[in-house]
């Protein structure tokens, strides 16, 4: 096993790390924080675990029919898709091992993820594995793993799936996740004692009055938690955000065998080039005794292909044998958006093989939808909402249109 540093962003140019020896386990017991600068003096040159905020990542388990991988993960971000507000392309997908009729995928926005990891490999380092850092929580076997810190709620609550929260919001999400089948297991972490009363006070009742659960609780924080030699199951680094082959490094390694490997061809090159030049001075002396041949059989005419033309005299010649759908639907959105200033267009694609429209829109109010979709209906098209989310005080939704009928 070889070195590694995990690296944590926390914040804006604001970074935690913690150091793992060859054997496996911490070296030293403290973790470092700092920006930039100081992560690039720790990590040039070394081999990196990039934990990345759990707010913008999302993990689910989605079942599946398809049991050949490869066509899998083509076509499963599609299957998926009514359920995402961003378009597709505009994601990175990971996905975990197919364990029956289920796989597990995450998904975060495809920019984000690639500016993290430049910025991290500019300092110098190669990410190895890159994933959010709610997967390195130690969940009990049937059970859920719960960690306040930071005024940020982070959890697992199945095998590579989780999530992570801020404070105000934490409520709403474990008060969803009690509609779920109740854990075995609970494990409660805060990063102090009043963290660890918090998430108490967070939890909903329908976990707290069941005597069934199991509960053990700790103050502890991520880096007391995390193992350095359990890797996260999810990796971001494949696909158009795998490792690139470290070239430069293997330059310095293999460049003297590669110059004296170029000598060598070089100067057979230019032995090969020697007989080729003597090998085209013969072919011109054949072809000249070739036309005079030619030339006592067929005193007048062009010459071509001199053999050719002495088999055909012979009689032995070959044989030669011998405006869209797409705009007609823009035309009769387009007023309806335009005559509401506070619709953004996000995206749009246009679908050839069903003839619909997909919009992703952002607007300050639900309201605000339902008013363009009557409006869109309004000149023919049908239209539908297929899906919306709230993101602080932002409304997004999807809108499909097509031809009516």
């Known amino acids: 096993m070889s070195e590694r540093i995990l690296v944590r962003k926390i914040g804006p140019n604001l970074w935690q790390w913690r150091e793992a020896t060859t054997q496996g386990e911490w070296q030293g017991d403290a973790f470092y924080t700092g920006d930039i600068n100081l992560l690039k003096e720790a990590v040039a040159g070394r081999l990196v675990w990039l934990l990345l905020p759990g707010q913008s990542v999302v993990s689910q388990r989605v079942p599946v029919e398809i049991k050949d991988r490869k066509q899998l993960l083509k076509v499963l971000p599609y299957e998926i898709e009514d359920s995402i507000i961003d378009a597709v392309e505009e994601l990175h997908f990971a996905f975990g091992p197919l364990q029956g009729d289920t796989v597990v995928v995450a998904y975060a926005d495809w920019e984000w993820l690639q500016e993290n990891v430049v910025e991290v490999e500019a300092?110098?380092?190669?990410?190895?594995?890159?994933?959010?850092?709610?997967?390195?929580?130690?969940?009990?076997?049937?059970?859920?793993?719960?960690?306040?810190?930071?005024?940020i709620l982070m959890a697992q609550v199945e095998e590579m799936v989780g999530f992570a929260v801020e404070q105000p919001m934490a409520a709403a999400y474990l008060a969803a996740l009690a509609h779920q089948p109740?854990?075995?297991?609970?494990?409660?972490?805060?990063?102090?004692?009043?963290?660890?009363?918090?998430?108490?006070?967070?939890?909903?009742?329908?976990?707290?009055?069941?005597?069934t659960i199991t509960v053990t609780e700790q103050v502890a924080g991520f880096w007391d938690l995390v193992a350095p030699?359990?890797?996260?199951?999810?990796?971001?680094?494949?696909?158009?955000?795998?490792?690139?082959?470290?070239?430069?490094?293997?330059?310095?390694?293999?460049?003297?065998?590669?110059?004296?490997?170029?000598?060598?061809?070089?100067?057979?090159?230019?032995?090969?080039?020697?007989?080729?030049?003597?090998?085209?001075?013969?072919?011109?002396?054949?072809?000249?005794?070739?036309?005079?041949?030619?030339?006592?059989a067929v005193p007048q005419g062009a010459i071509s292909d001199p053999a050719r033309q002495l088999r055909s005299l012979l009689g032995n010649g070959d044989k030669a044998g011998g405006s869209s759908n797409a705009v007609q639907l823009l035309v009769g959105v387009a007023p309806a958006i335009s005559a509401i200033d506070e619709v953004v267009i996000r995206s749009l694609r246009y679908s050839r093989d069903n003839g619909q429209l997909q919009l992703n829109l952002e607007a300050k109010s639900f309201d605000t939808f339902e008013t363009l979709r009557a409006r869109i209906s309004e000149t023919g098209l049908q239209v539908e909402i297929k899906s919306a989310n709230v993101y602080g005080d932002m409304h997004q939704a999807q809108l499909r249109i097509a031809e009516a009928g």
């Open 123 to 151: 300092a110098g380092a190669e990410v190895q594995r890159c994933a959010p850092e709610y997967l390195l929580l130690p969940r009990p076997a049937e059970g859920w793993v719960l960690l306040l810190e930071n005024g």
């Open 182 to 211: 109740a854990p075995a297991h609970l494990h409660l972490f805060g990063d102090s004692e009043e963290s660890l009363m918090a998430l108490h006070a967070l939890l909903p009742g329908a976990v707290t009055q069941n005597e």
């Open 229 to 296: 030699t359990q890797p996260p199951g999810l990796d971001f680094r494949s696909g158009r955000l795998a490792r690139k082959l470290p070239f430069a490094k293997w330059w310095q390694e293999f460049k003297y065998p590669i110059i004296a490997t170029a000598a060598g061809f070089v100067i057979a090159m230019v032995t090969t080039g020697m007989g080729l030049q003597k090998a085209e001075t013969e072919r011109k002396r054949i072809m000249a005794q070739t036309d005079a041949i030619f030339r006592q």
